[in-house]
Structures are given as structure tokens and as C-alpha cells.
């Protein structure tokens, strides 16, 4: 009752509602439902159609599954089958339907096959992979190209107990209904254009000694969609030893650096702070001007304030991967919690960016706060937009339908927007001086010319790759799970390379700023966001690699949907990394400055 007096809390309850596995117990001869789900091209993951969308068996009146807010979002669209299935009780040649399809089903359905259209089932939260229909090229002078449509399955269930473990379907024992142009035999009800065709199934039931609770081994193994992560930890090793060299040497040539900086710049002066300029040159000498505000502090306060938002989210949702809260029959589960995360972290965003704005002299706090709750919002609501006009457009079940539109929307209106203010107003309140170790003039200091390797842009070229090469074996298991079809199970790993990723940027980001300093240049606030930030650039253009190398996707519906994340999957980078950039370089700067003799 007292969530239903919350809006805000109601919001956050549909969200939190995926499938947690739970064991369904069955007894002798109860019905198991089996929900037909969607179709699509086996080479598209993310188009996808409802399975009602092709002439095929269908109830008169379609019903559909009740769905969480995260298989709403994968995809899903549940309803239920005319397959009628008791529990361990086996069917043999059972009769689904007869149809009689036009020529133009007939020709839908040739389409289907040719574009190696798959289909989905769902039997007990257990998805059920088979393709609509089989084809074959053969030979070149005569050309042979066979079309034909599986009129037959045979499904094969598992079981422990009152339980079901696992579920496939078969066609190994299955002659295709030949359905290619002017195809089909007097057998078969073959009509001027239209064709005449008899559906059946089979069940079978087998036991299993695996308990339920890892009924998720099982259906990894199954091998319906192809397994390319044998290499993984060879891989994963090979860029973690590269990694720490990287980071050691680094690390010991900026130290042995710094101590020399420190044994000629420490001496014993009679003079003032300012006389210190007098015959010195590098970093010391820009002592009163490396502390000078930047100039667009809302905007560095807000990618900043955002990017540790993605941190806290990303580290969350890695936390949750690791305590089994997401495993393969939970469809969407990573959906809702990341939407939920989104939401609930928002006030770590408007606390870090108002809190630092506030430090660094901001006056204009009410616009950085909307500016911090736009800064990713807006380009993930216009992605989203033309995305989805798209899947709409092609009928797909990526469409969103209008009532997930609202909730999604309420969510940010509710939860995510009113917390990056509270968030913001905390942070006000709450910030202290910045800390500086040196005072700052009030004329700057003419910056001398800048050799080609200290521009920003050979910085960023450095500053990117470096990270990225960290993650560059990862990257290609990430897409492969997002953009393809496997399952990422190694959330131990991903913690790891997540946390290297963030050292060598912190480390690299650091060297970086040294450079920059050394050469009496003091814009080093932006130029530490730009340097790393810059790994999302190449994260970028790995995807263009990754489609056109990688992948077999193709058409405007897939094309739409993968370049628009993947732009807003560099940009989420490229607010983290250059968030881990800046800390990492003020805490450097503040640390030599602290360091140095200068009464």
C-alpha cells in the first residue's frame, strides 16, 4: 500500500521486475506452456519480428505473456503457442495445424528462409532456437537453389524431479516441404500459386541429474549459435602482462623524473615565491598559473559529474554480474538494471558536478545542473528516437510500444531528474575551497610555442590507443555478446579489465600532463579530459571494424541500431575515461606543487 502511495517507488518496482529463475514445480500430465516469441535474420540480432508476423500456426485469439520492462526492451513479445505439451508425457506426430497459404505467404515465407530467418520459443523461461525453413545452393552450370519450409518439429525437453532443465528442437529426422519457385509435388495440395501444408510435433522427454538451480551450464553448452570464447583467458593473460609492463615503465620513468625535478627545483632560495621565476624554466616556473580556472566550467563540470555516474553504474552492474543476478534465463534482466542504476546514480552526477562547479567559482548552479541532467539524456533520447522510428517503421518488436515509452519517461521524470538536483543541491551546499597549493595571478602567463608531439591532438591520438589496446581482446567478447549471440558468463574477468582500463588511463593521463607542464603550458584542465577521453573515438571506429570484418549484419534496421549505440557506447567511454583523466591529473598536480619549496 505504502509503495502504491509513491509514484516514484511504483516507477522503480515495474522496473525491478525480471524473471529471477525460480524453480516451477510440475506434476504428471500438467501443461507447460511453450510461448512463441520472434523471428528474424540469423545474421540481424537486433531485428527482429514477431513470430505471429509469418503464415504459420496461430491461435484465433492471440495471447500474449505479461513481459518485464527489460525483455520489453530486448525484444520479446510472448504468446502463447497452439503446441500442446504436458509434463513427461511424450507426443508422437501430433497434428499443430493445416493451412493453405497464398502465393504471397508462399513468397513471404520463401523470403524468410533465404534471409536464414531463426525462431524463438520460450518453454519455462528456457529459450528454444530452431530456423524456419532450410535452403541449399549447389553447383554452378546447372545452378541448384532449394527452398524448403520445416513443417515438422521435434522437441526434446529435460526434467529432474518437477522440474524442467533444459529444452531444444530438432529437425535431424525431417525432410523439408520443398516451397521454391513452381516447387512442391501433387502430394502436398499444390494449387496454382498457393500451397497446402500440414504442421506437427513431436515431445519427447528425458531426465537429467542436473539439479535446476544450474540448469543455466546446460544451456550454455548448447551449441545452436556458434562458440568463438575458447581463447578468452590465453587472450585475457597475454593483455594483462603487456598491461602491467606498460604501467611499470610509466611509472618508473615519470618517478625517476620527478626526483630529479624535485633535487634541482628544492633548493634553498632567499627570495619570494615570485622570485623563483627568475632562471628557472618547466613546470616550476608556471607555478601561478597551473591553478587558473578553465574556461567552460559548467560543461567540464557536468562531463565530469556524468562520467562518474557511468563509473559507479558500470562498477554496479559488474558487482550484481558477479553475485549471479544475471545468468541466461533472466531475458533482459541486464536491461532493467542498468535502467534502474541509471535512475538511482543520477544523484551522483548532479553531486559531483555542483560540488566541483561550486569549488572552481561557478555562479550559474541551476544551469549546470540541467546541463549535467542532459548531457548524455538528450543524445540517448534523439538515438533513441530515430532508432526506434526505424524499427517502427519496419514493424520489428525493437519498437517500443507506447505505455514502455511512458514508464521509461516517468522513470527519468520521477527518479532519474529530481535526484540529479537533490544530488546538485548537496553538492552546493557541501563544497568546500578548491586546493590549491599555490596562489594564482591574476595576468597569465604568455604560453611559449608548442613542439607537434605536445599538441592536443598527438595527445589524444597517444592518450586513446594506449587505453584502448588494454581492452581491445575484451572489446571483441563485449560485441560479440551485445551484437551477436553469445552469452558473457566471465564477469571476473571483465571486473579486471575494467580495472586496468581505468589505471592505465589514470597512469597515461598523468605522463601526459607532465609533458604538457614541462613545456609551460598550463591548459591542462580540458587537455587531461580530451587526452583519454579520446579511447571512445577509438572504440568507435573498432566498431566500424567490427562490422564490416566481424560481422555479418547488413540492412537498414540493424545498420541504424548498431552505429547509433555504438556512437553512445564511445561517448559513455569517453565520459568515464576522461572523468578517471582529470582526478588522476589534478591529484598529480596537486601532489608536485605540494612538494616543491616555495615560501
Not at 505479461?66 to 501430433?94: C, P, W
Not at 615565491?273 to 563540470?301: A, E, M
Not at 546541463?371 to 520489428?396: C, E, K, Q
Not at 575494467?498 to 613545456?519: D, E, K, P, R
Request: with cysteine; glycine share 8%.
Amino acid at each position: 500500500e505504502a509503495i502504491l502511495r509513491n509514484p516514484r517507488l511504483c516507477v522503480l518496482v515495474l522496473c525491478l521486475l525480471p524473471h529471477f529463475g525460480w524453480a516451477v514445480s510440475y506434476k504428471q500430465g500438467d501443461p507447460v506452456i511453450l510461448y512463441v516469441n520472434k523471428v528474424g535474420p540469423y545474421h540481424n540480432p537486433q531485428e527482429t519480428y514477431h513470430y505471429y508476423t509469418l503464415p504459420v500456426c496461430r491461435p484465433k485469439e492471440v495471447r500474449h505473456k505479461a513481459l518485464s520492462l527489460g525483455e520489453v526492451l530486448d525484444g520479446d513479445r510472448m504468446a502463447e503457442s497452439l503446441y500442446n505439451i504436458h509434463f513427461k508425457e511424450n507426443t508422437e506426430r501430433q497434428t499443430l495445424c493445416k493451412l493453405t497459404l497464398s502465393e504471397k505467404e508462399v513468397d513471404q515465407l520463401r523470403e524468410a528462409i533465404e534471409e536464414l530467418y531463426y525462431f524463438e520459443f520460450v518453454l519455462d523461461d528456457i529459450p528454444i532456437w530452431g530456423f524456419v525453413g532450410y535452403m541449399e545452393e549447389s553447383g554452378f552450370l546447372p545452378h541448384s537453389h532449394k527452398v524448403g519450409l520445416w513443417t515438422h518439429l521435434d522437441f526434446n525437453i529435460e526434467y529432474n524431479g518437477d522440474s524442467v532443465i533444459f529444452a531444444n528442437v530438432s529437425v535431424k529426422d525431417v525432410k523439408p516441404e520443398p516451397i521454391e519457385e513452381g516447387g512442391g509435388d501433387a502430394g502436398h495440395g499444390v494449387s496454382s500459386g498457393g500451397l497446402t501444408v500440414t504442421h506437427t510435433y513431436s515431445v519427447r522427454w528425458f531426465e537429467s541429474t542436473l539439479p535446476h538451480s544450474r540448469r543455466a551450464e546446460r544451456l550454455r553448452d548448447y551449441s545452436f549459435f556458434p562458440k568463438t570464447l575458447e581463447i578468452h583467458w590465453l587472450s585475457i593473460i597475454n593483455s594483462l602482462v603487456l598491461v602491467v609492463l606498460l604501467l611499470g615503465f610509466v611509472i618508473i620513468i615519470l618517478m625517476r623524473v620527478l626526483k630529479n625535478d624535485f633535487a634541482r627545483y628544492n633548493v634553498e632560495e632567499d627570495g619570494s615565491c615570485d622570485d623563483l621565476d627568475q632562471g628557472d624554466n618547466g613546470w616550476k616556473i608556471i607555478h601561478t598559473d597551473v591553478f587558473r580556472f578553465p574556461p567552460y566550467k559548467s560543461l567540464l563540470c557536468a562531463v565530469l559529474g556524468v562520467g562518474a555516474q557511468f563509473l559507479t553504474l558500470a562498477t554496479g552492474i559488474i558487482v550484481m554480474a558477479l553475485l549471479g543476478m544475471f545468468n541466461v534465463h533472466r531475458h533482459g534482466a541486464i536491461n532493467s538494471a542498468a535502467i534502474v542504476l541509471y535512475a538511482l546514480t543520477s544523484c551522483v552526477s548532479g553531486y559531483c558536478s555542483c560540488s566541483f562547479y561550486t569549488q572552481i567559482q561557478g555562479q550559474r548552479w541551476v544551469w549546470n545542473i540541467i546541463l549535467t541532467s542532459a548531457l548524455f539524456s538528450a543524445p540517448l533520447f534523439f538515438t533513441w528516437s530515430v532508432v526506434n522510428s526505424v524499427h517502427w517503421w519496419s514493424g520489428s518488436t525493437q519498437a517500443l510500444p507506447a505505455t514502455t515509452v511512458l514508464l521509461l519517461l516517468g522513470a527519468w521524470v520521477l527518479v532519474g531528474f529530481p535526484l540529479t538536483v537533490i544530488g546538485g543541491i548537496v553538492g552546493k551546499n557541501r563544497a568546500g575551497n578548491f586546493q590549491a597549493p599555490c596562489r594564482t595571478r591574476n595576468i597569465a602567463r604568455q604560453i611559449p610555442q608548442q613542439p607537434w608531439y605536445k599538441h592536443t591532438a598527438v595527445h589524444m591520438a597517444i592518450g586513446g590507443f594506449l587505453p584502448f589496446s588494454a581492452i581491445s581482446v575484451e572489446l571483441y567478447y563485449i560485441f560479440a555478446t551485445a551484437w551477436g549471440r553469445e552469452h558473457y558468463t566471465l564477469y571476473g574477468i571483465l571486473l579486471c579489465v575494467f580495472a586496468i582500463l581505468l589505471s592505465v588511463g589514470a597512469c597515461i593521463s598523468v605522463a601526459l600532463t607532465y609533458f604538457l607542464l614541462s613545456g609551460e603550458d598550463y591548459r591542462w584542465w580540458w587537455r587531461s579530459v580530451l587526452s583519454t577521453g579520446s579511447t571512445g573515438i577509438f572504440i568507435f571506429v573498432y566498431s566500424l571494424f567490427y562490422y564490416h570484418n566481424r560481422s555479418n549484419m547488413s540492412g537498414l534496421v540493424q545498420s541504424v541500431e548498431f552505429f547509433g549505440y555504438s556512437l553512445l557506447t564511445a561517448f559513455v567511454f569517453s565520459l568515464m575515461l576522461g572523468t578517471v583523466s582529470f582526478w588522476a591529473s589534478l591529484a598529480f598536480i596537486r601532489y608536485i606543487y605540494r612538494s616543491l619549496k616555495m615560501d
